[in-house]
């Protein structure tokens, strides 16, 4: 079950350049969004300045979007998800958001649908591109 990067849920914005192809995304099989993703979604809502409705508004919209595509919401979040996120963090390099969505990835399959290059310095993860141009340089 290959995990959506935060990336894939902002490109389902009408107007993201990577729309189109963060639909497509959505009908890979097995696909899930992980509760990490859900968090730093609506944190950098929230630091753009969006106010708690105008937040809650986007995640009912992404709610129904992922009912609708067949997608479903993975609970990873617990103390030892936080661990192997500190671990990741400090080893490879990552950011703390994208540290949280590999430690997600690795709970789940090992999986991500990201452009972020960034996921592939991390052992046992392996990254499907969301964009055709970027997936024809990653092979």
Do not use: C, W
Not at 26 to 39: C, F, M, Q, R, S
Not at 120 to 130: E, N, S
């Amino acid at each position: 079950m290959p995990v959506a990067d935060t990336e894939v849920i902002f490109a389902l914005n009408p107007n993201d350049k990577k729309h189109s192809a963060a639909l497509e995304a959505l009908t890979i099989k097995g696909l899930k969004v992980p509760d990490t993703a859900l968090l730093e979604f609506q944190t950098v809502l929230r630091a753009r300045g969006r106010k708690a409705s105008e937040v809650a508004s986007a995640v009912e919209s992404l709610s129904y979007i992922l009912k609708r595509s067949g997608v479903k919401e993975a609970h990873t979040l617990n103390t030892g998800l936080i661990i192997k996120q500190a671990e990741i963090e400090e080893k490879y390099g990552l950011t703390y958001f994208d540290s949280l969505i590999a430690a997600s990835t690795l709970k789940l399959d090992g999986v991500v649908v990201s452009d972020d290059a960034d996921f592939d310095r991390v052992p046992g993860l392996t990254r499907i591109p969301i964009t055709p141009e970027t997936r024809e340089s990653n092979k």
